[in-house]
């Protein structure tokens, strides 16, 4: 879809809501302090919540509980860090660039019982630090997406990313998220699997040379030993996991399962008829 139409996708969702929310949305959001407007401006972007519906499916889909710290961009009134520690148990914290709006939402998360467990920063988006979440959430606009996909790619291995209706162009999403009303996207953040390898390869190959390089979550490559080389297929990384596969000297299938952790690369080699074999890899030269 091209900007033009996703910021469309925004404006009705706007209208929407505008048109059949706003009576409800003025008790559900605001409270005697501060009554929000649907579509009023921010910093970046407008406010429109995202629908109840979504909010859930977003927080399911990125298998958000108890053990999770998510992170809102751009909370509004907070109902996303709300349902997270309200529905799922997490601990949650909103970013929130107006005032008066992230004051609402940490007084909306009071009422709902979860003050303790939810934290509403006023703050810039672009200038706070959330590398600590496990979770990301986000309803902005696709360019805002752009903007944060380098800083979400430089998140800790198996980072959620979850966005309601924008994607992020190239890195293409590993789930897409349907409601009746509404789309929403999934990212996992991947494990940076590029560069030189030295494996120690089981069924007594001997070491060999893995060389990788990496776009987002696809692999592709060669792996080296024997005095051959062959090349890899179906290369792919969820989180910390790569999964990738090769066929042999002897033209037998191997499918290699593993987990990268920094430098350190450990898993398993399963050959022809399932037997499955332990190996370990050593980042060599890394390329970035
Ligand atoms: C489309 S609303 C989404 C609200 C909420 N996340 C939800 O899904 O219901 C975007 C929110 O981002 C806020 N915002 C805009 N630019 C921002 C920035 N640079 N930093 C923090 N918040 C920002 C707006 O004030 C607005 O409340």
Redesign the pocket.
């Known amino acids: 879809m091209r900007p033009s139409r996703r910021r469309l996708g ?1 404006l009705l969702g706007c209208c929407a809501a505008l048109l059949f929310c706003l009576p409800v949305a003025a008790q559900e959001h605001g409270d005697k302090l501060y009554q ?1 407007s649907v579509g ?11 629908p109840n519906e979504m ?1 859930t499916a977003m927080l399911a889909t990125a298998g958000v509980g108890p053990n999770d710290l998510v992170y ?9 860090a709300i349902a997270a520690a309200r529905e799922f148990g997490a601990r949650a914290v ?5 005032g008066q ?1 992230a004051a609402l939402a940490q007084r909306n998360a009071e009422r709902a019982g979860v003050g303790s467990r939810v934290k509403v920063i006023q ?4 200038k ?1 630090d959330f590398s600590s979440a496990t979770v990301v ?4 606009l696709p360019e ?1 997406n752009l903007r944060l996909e380098p800083i979400l790619k430089k998140m800790r291995p198996g980072t959620r990313v979850v966005s ?1 209706s924008f994607d992020m162009e190239t890195w293409e999403p590993d789930e897409r998220i349907e409601t009746s009303s509404a789309l929403g996207y999934l990212w996992i953040v991947p494990a940076q699997a590029a560069g030189v390898w030295t494996v120690d390869l089981p069924f007594g190959q001997g070491p060999a040379e893995l060389t990788l390089t990496q776009i987002h979550q696809r692999v592709q490559g060669n792996i080296r030993f024997g005095g051959r080389t062959m090349p890899i297929s179906t290369g792919r990384i969820r989180g910390s996991e790569i999964h990738f596969a090769y066929v042999q000297p002897n033209g037998q299938p191997a499918l290699v399962t593993a987990k990268i952790e920094d430098d350190r690369m450990s898993g398993e080699v399963a050959g022809v008829g399932g037997e499955l074999r332990r190996f370990d890899a050593r980042l060599r030269a890394a390329k970035r």
């Open positions: 925004l929000p009023q401006r921010g910093k970046d972007v407008i406010w429109v919540p995202t909010v809102d961009l751009g909370a509004g009134d907070g109902k996303i909103g970013i929130e660039f107006d709006m703050g810039d988006i672009f706070e959430t986000m309803y902005l805002l309601h």
